[in-house]
């Protein structure tokens, strides 16, 4: 479990480039790093419900973005929700 | 065999409908009280809710702990439905809901979403260039207040609870309920009294 507060990355990688895939990461945000808000549940993995496998179930996160870090530009921030394995610990809060 | 998909659609659906029912699955009463309930959803609902957490501050923390709680409370049907997270606008922070993979919404507590939501328009600049969104909509933010673009990416689904506007002082919950409009509950729009 990531604790609130820690700063993850989100990985920077393209399941997308290596075949059919379902992935709920939006492409903005890979290799980009944010801020665990909370831990919003645990959920059935959606890139294993879409090809009907059984499918994992993982801690999803409510992340923070500041914009300047997404876009080189702005001062506001963006929350999303993401699933586990995309974070990689970057430092802990 | 005949490509299905150029099967006439209301024949097909028939076919599902009894294929389903023969094995079981889903009766044609359970397939007939989903579309009543999905037909029933509409920003109303939504409406009800944000009037009564405005005049009952137990209700307020219900919703914004656990918003299919309120939504049940509320008397609207939840079963089947993703978590509902509910967004508190304060005098400092306003909130923008987006769904930039696809048009996830919080049908039951809005009805379907309205087909600018799911414009590849909305959904790049909601992310990319929020306050130049929103002032096109005629909602301009005070340079002080912050603004959160919440993407709604995975399983849950979100609704804002805006502010309360100024001059509704001795409104009634239904007459508040009245002037809530679906854009308030998704953050274009900041609702206004003479509405």
């Known amino acids: 479990m990531i604790a609130p507060g820690t700063h993850v990355r989100v990985r920077d990688d393209w399941p997308e480039a290596r075949g059919p895939c379902h992935i709920r990461t939006p492409h903005y945000l890979r290799g980009h790093t944010g801020v665990v808000l909370r831990h919003l549940g645990d959920f059935p993995n959606p890139e294993d419900l879409a090809f009907r496998r059984p499918p994992a179930v993982l801690p999803l996160y409510h992340v923070r973005f500041a914009q300047t870090e997404i876009w080189g530009e702005g001062g506001d921030e963006l929350l999303v929700e993401v699933f586990g394995p995309w974070l990689e610990v970057e430092k802990t809060a | ?195």
């Open chain 2, 1 to 195: 065999m005949k490509n299905l998909l150029e099967s006439p659609p209301d024949k097909l659906l028939t076919a599902l409908r009894d294929i389903l029912a023969a094995k079981s699955i889903v009766s044609p009463a359970e397939i007939a009280e989903r579309i009543a309930l999905t037909d029933a959803a509409s920003p109303a609902q939504g409406a009800r809710m944000v009037a009564r957490a405005w005049t009952d501050p137990d209700y307020r923390a219900l919703m914004l702990h656990d918003g299919a709680k309120a939504a049940e409370a509320a008397g609207i049907p939840m079963r089947g439905m993703p978590p509902l997270g509910v967004l508190a606008d304060t005098p400092d922070l306003h909130h923008l809901v987006v769904c930039t993979l696809c048009s996830c919404y919080p049908r039951a507590v809005l009805g379907y979403p309205p087909f600018w939501f799911k414009s590849a328009a909305y959904r790049a600049r909601a992310v990319r260039d929020p306050r130049g969104l929103l002032a096109e909509w005629g909602t301009v933010l005070p340079s002080h207040m912050k603004l959160t673009v919440v993407d709604s990416t995975a399983d849950y689904r979100w609704m804002v609870l805006p502010l309360r506007p100024a001059g509704t002082e001795g409104f009634t919950e239904a007459q508040l309920a009245a002037l809530v409009r679906e854009g308030d509950m998704i953050g274009v729009t900041l609702p206004i009294a003479s509405a």
